[in-house]
């Protein structure tokens, strides 16, 4: 069955409106090649070999978005269209997916792209023996062959009917790395990464800059259109914006908890402001094998003295939108009763008294004013129920290690926009994930979550789906304080950025009028 018929149907059953991505190929209006470009990241990158970091983060995301590739990617209607891979298909049961991969493709270092490299990229995570956390996150895939030098098969262990779309993202499981450098590299490897993308890396000084210079070799002829693109962390928002106002940046990732610099933004022509709308929320994860979180009541108690619209005004002048479920506007799993607990002050100080001990926790926030504010309008809400919180400021860059050691609380989490939520639903919630961070575990929930990602029907799925929701509100092991929207203000000169797809802000094909 080719891709141009079966696969781009089933694609698109999983796939909203709201999502889009420009097509790799660039816009057809006149673009300007050479020059550079500075983006201003929220936070430093700590590296991209996925057996040192288990997860990329929003700013890994963009950095390796212009240094790899995936085998697909996403046109701006949501149809998956190739990119290392040119076409294919699948078996009748949607258990095995064929690739036939591009030709005359190498790595930064000269190592030919082939299937082998492909399949050495999943077998590395894969491989018991690296203990890599990402491994939870290809748990369906069960082996990857390569039959020939161009022909990479997938082996799942449950039909998959949405596989192609769920490769698009610039994740550490998709985005194909040389074997070559790992190998060569050891240790070192993490911070000197290879791939087949657009751009190599050049220099990187931690905590400074990371500079990546255009791949004159690439396959994609007549892309990227920069010469160079200057990575900086700029972890506070202010001096973030303060840096795209003086020219010093021209791109910088940015969200609603700073949404003075959007509207700011919003009113200055010389500056453009990018707005997504996608699916997954912001959320927070309880340590339920703790006190005082292994009590629900606590926790259902600390849920309803939430009140959303009250914390999007503080916090983000109302821009930020309530979320009730992990999946939001823009997503394709719709719910009549996601099972939202409903905010209710009294509700949650019976709960507290009915627990009968004091509540005194910590939770963690990052150490930035945005990190500070958040802490203490959650402090608020939570003292008019009667549970004392403290807030624990720590750097941006420890809080997934602490999550995946269980070392909390309470801490913040995302799920990010993608194609489809089984990849995160599954290893949020599963028992026996490794970033299952609530230490939770449910038979009813394992089983919703087994059967959604093995059901082919859209509306059995999301039946499925909306119970997992049901289940999760009501045992309040996560919570979910706004739907995901995702931002960047550019100087109104750069153009060709594709939407924000994933949460990615992909920078590697834009160019400066």
Request: hydrophobic residues 40%; proline residues 5%; aromatic residues 10%.
């Amino acid at each position: 069955m080719t891709v141009a018929i079966r696969s781009r149907r089933f694609a698109q059953i999983f796939l909203a409106a709201a999502f889009g991505l420009a097509s790799f190929a660039g816009a057809a209006s006149a673009q300007k090649q050479g020059g550079s470009i500075t983006f201003g990241l929220e936070l430093d990158i700590s590296g991209f070999d996925p057996l040192k970091v288990g997860a990329y983060d929003t700013a890994t995301f963009t950095a390796a978005a212009a240094i790899f590739d995936t085998l697909t990617t996403l046109d701006d209607k949501g149809g998956v269209q190739p990119k290392l891979a040119l076409s294919w298909d699948h078996s009748e049961d949607f258990r095995t997916w064929t690739f036939k991969l591009r030709p005359g493709v190498k790595f930064h270092d000269g190592t030919p792209f082939n299937a082998e490299a492909a399949k050495a990229n999943f077998d590395r995570q894969k491989d018991p023996a690296n203990k890599c956390r990402c491994a939870f996150y290809i748990t369906q895939i069960h082996d990857v062959q390569a039959p020939d030098e161009l022909t990479l098969v997938y082996n799942l262990t449950d039909p998959a009917v949405n596989l192609p779309a769920t490769l698009t993202i610039q994740s550490q499981n998709n985005v194909i790395q040389s074997p070559t450098a790992w190998k060569t590299k050891g240790d070192d490897y993490n911070r000197n990464p290879v791939g087949t993308g657009p751009f190599i890396l050049k220099s990187w000084n931690a905590g400074d800059r990371m500079v990546l210079e255009r791949n004159p070799d690439y396959w994609n002829k007549g892309h990227p259109h920069l010469d160079r693109i200057v990575l900086k962390p700029l972890p506070d928002a202010q001096s973030r914006f303060a840096s795209l106002q003086s020219g010093e940046a021209d791109i910088i990732w940015d969200d609603e908890t700073d949404a003075d610099n959007v509207q700011k933004a919003q009113k200055d022509t010389k500056l453009t402001v990018h707005t997504y709308i996608g699916s997954g929320a912001s959320v927070y994860a309880f340590n339920t094998k703790v006190a005082p979180f292994d009590d629900v009541r606590v926790r259902q108690a600390l849920v309803m003295a939430i009140d959303r619209k009250k914390m999007s005004q503080a916090l983000t002048n109302g821009l930020s939108r309530p979320a009730s479920n992990p999946y939001g506007d823009g997503s394709w799993v719709k719910c009549k009763d996601d099972g939202a607990l409903p905010t209710d002050i009294e509700k949650a100080k019976a709960l507290i008294k009915e627990h009968g001990k004091p509540v005194d926790f910590k939770m963690i926030v990052t150490a930035t004013p945005r990190g500070r504010n958040i802490g203490q309008v959650m402090q608020q809400f939570w003292k008019q129920a009667g549970a004392n919180m403290e807030i624990e400021q720590v750097d941006q860059a420890t809080i997934v290690p602490r999550a995946f050691m269980r070392q909390f609380q309470l801490t913040p989490w995302r799920i990010v926009d993608l194609a489809d939520p089984d990849t995160q639903m599954y290893a949020n919630f599963h028992t026996g994930s490794p970033v299952a961070l609530a230490n939770y575990s449910n038979p009813e929930l394992d089983r919703l979550l087994e059967n959604a990602r093995v059901t082919a029907d859209p509306e059995k799925r999301t039946e499925d789906y909306c119970a997992v929701s049901r289940l999760i509100n009501q045992e309040a092991i996560w919570f979910w304080t706004f739907q995901n929207t995702y931002y960047a203000i550019s100087s109104a000169r750069l153009k060709g950025l594709p939407k924000m797809f994933n949460g990615v802000i992909d920078a590697s094909d834009v160019w400066m009028e």
